[in-house]
């Protein structure tokens, strides 16, 4: 396994003009045209919330293989020129919006397909990302915590124990000469290992750490067969374990216990389509005007839900049939609280639907504010284009506050092929104003 550690930070040379002689003859001259930027220095002007989300991205696609830290370096935007290539793009090393939103939806794919997790171990409490559909049986004991797959062909080890008089450098090297271990990378920090290789007929990746006489150890097995697969999310493991947590983490912040979002009003019998993670882990759901709401379907193949609240005389569906133009799109919602000082007003902001390429799908550009997740998109003529989703990065390194929520549409025949098969009537046509038709869905967590 290549390095996971410090890379090389771009410099960026400037070049001096030679002066002309004492006694040349005079020459009319012009400035010289500013130098374009490299892809570093343009990198370098994002946030670095950005620059990190981009790095992680990355490393699951398998393009890149470092820290997922926001430091711009050589390896970084080698990274970024191998995607654009495999993508069939210009190496550029600058993401267009386009190949950014490509490279967003690639990745949540990947981590879709294995069913990336952050978590906090119960018993230790150290944070670390966990591919749950590749390991999904877990088990702990007072020495820590495994995952594995059905067979065994996958496992993920975090363990614990007590020494004293003990120092990393040690501590490596009584891992490095544990039987059928063959290491191939040994990196030895001053608050933590990593070791790589393999060990019988599978590989291993080991990063281990000591604090406060305590021993705590990562370790992840995995048969060879299945390094194409392992790369990618040993790298993520790697940079979203922290053995000892103090302050935020990576990954998403935990669930609010009261959330935020917007649903779709589908069916004048009480039907409301809404964003199935909004509405996921719900005590109570309360549609705000009306009331109590009840979970009548959760779908399992996309992200979509169906609400039913009774004895509402007033409701005015969605047009939901017909088919949209591509393009520019109006999305109607309810912004969080906080986002309108307290307000429940409905707004439509204007966006544009980005292609995703070869992963599917459609991002949003720009992201509308929270609580919009859920919302309806409609095309300049007023049609039912899709349903908007928001969710913050999936960051694989140490989370910033920064970071904006990505948003994405699920295309409208999705959502008509959902409907139907719950039984919902479809009401056709366009809709000039979409704002009678949504509401504000209220989730209660404990």
Same mark, same amino acid.
């Given at each position: ?10 410099? &960026?040379? %400037?070049?001096?003009?030679? %002066? /002309?002689? %004492? /006694? ?9 045209? *500013? ?5 570093? #220095? ?10 990190? &989300? ?27 020129? +191998? ?5 069939? /793009?210009? *190496? ?6 386009? #190949? ?43 020495? @820590? ?8 062909? $996958? ?23 544990? =039987? ?68 935020? +983490? ?19 019998? !009480? ?30 193949? /996309? ?22 133009? =591509? ?14 000082? @307290? ?19 459609? &991002? ?11 919302? *309806? &998109? ?14 913050? *990065? ?12 990505? %948003? ?14 719950? !039984? ?17 869905? $209220?989730?209660?967590?404990?």
């Amino acid at each position: 396994m290549r390095s996971m550690l410090a890379a090389t930070l771009i410099v &960026a040379g %400037a070049a001096t003009l030679a %002066a /002309h002689g %004492a /006694h040349a003859a005079p020459k009319q001259t012009t400035a010289a045209p *500013p130098a374009a930027q490299t892809p570093a #220095e343009t990198a370098k002007t994002l946030a670095q919330a950005e620059r990190q &989300a981009i790095q992680s991205d990355l490393a699951w696609t398998g393009d890149y293989n470092g820290l997922i830290n926001g430091e711009v370096s050589d390896r970084m935007i080698a990274a970024i020129k +191998q995607f654009q290539t495999n993508q069939g /793009h210009k *190496p550029t090393g600058v993401l267009n919006p386009q #190949e950014r939103g490509q490279l967003a939806a690639a990745a949540r794919k990947l981590q879709a397909s294995v069913g990336w997790k952050l978590v906090a171990d119960p018993v230790t409490g150290a944070r670390l990302g966990v591919p749950t559909k590749l390991v999904p049986q877990q088990a702990s004991d007072a020495g @820590g915590t495994r995952w594995s797959s059905s067979t065994g062909t $996958i496992q993920v080890a975090l363990s614990r124990r007590k020494e004293a008089d003990l120092s990393i450098t040690k501590l490596a090297e009584q891992e490095k000469k544990q =039987p059928g271990r063959k290491v191939e990378y040994s990196a030895v920090r001053p608050d933590f290992f990593v070791l790589s290789g393999t060990q019988g007929q599978k590989k291993f990746y080991i990063r281990g750490s000591f604090k406060n006489a305590e021993v705590r150890l990562l370790t992840v097995l995995y048969d060879q067969a299945t390094e194409g697969t392992m790369q990618p999310v040993v790298v993520a493991m790697s940079s979203a374990y922290d053995p000892f947590p103090a302050g935020a +983490q990576a990954g998403p912040p935990p669930r609010k216990k009261v959330e935020y979002s917007t649903g779709t009003v589908v069916g004048s019998d !009480g039907a409301i389509l809404a964003d199935r993670d909004a509405v996921d882990g719900c005590l109570s759901i309360v549609v705000a005007g009306y009331g109590p709401a009840d979970l009548a379907n959760r779908s399992k193949e /996309h992200e979509l839900a169906l609400l039913r609240i009774y004895g509402a005389s007033d409701l005015k569906p969605l047009p939901i049939g017909g088919s949209a133009k =591509p393009g520019a799109v109006e999305i109607t919602g309810v912004a969080d609280p906080q986002s309108q000082g @307290g307000g429940a007003a409905v707004t439509t902001v204007k966006a544009q639907l980005t292609p995703a390429g070869s992963a599917g799908g459609l &991002a949003v550009t720009p992201a509308p504010s929270l609580g919009f997740s859920g919302a *309806p &998109a409609r095309d300049a003529d007023g049609r039912f284009a899709g349903l908007t989703t928001l969710r913050l *990065p999936l960051v694989a390194g140490p989370a910033d506050s920064a970071a904006a929520p990505q %948003a994405a549409l699920i295309s409208a025949d999705t959502v008509r092929g959902y409907l139907a098969s719950v !039984g919902v009537k479809l009401v056709d046509g366009s809709a000039k104003d979409a704002k009678a038709s949504v509401v504000r869905v $209220i989730c209660v967590r404990k």
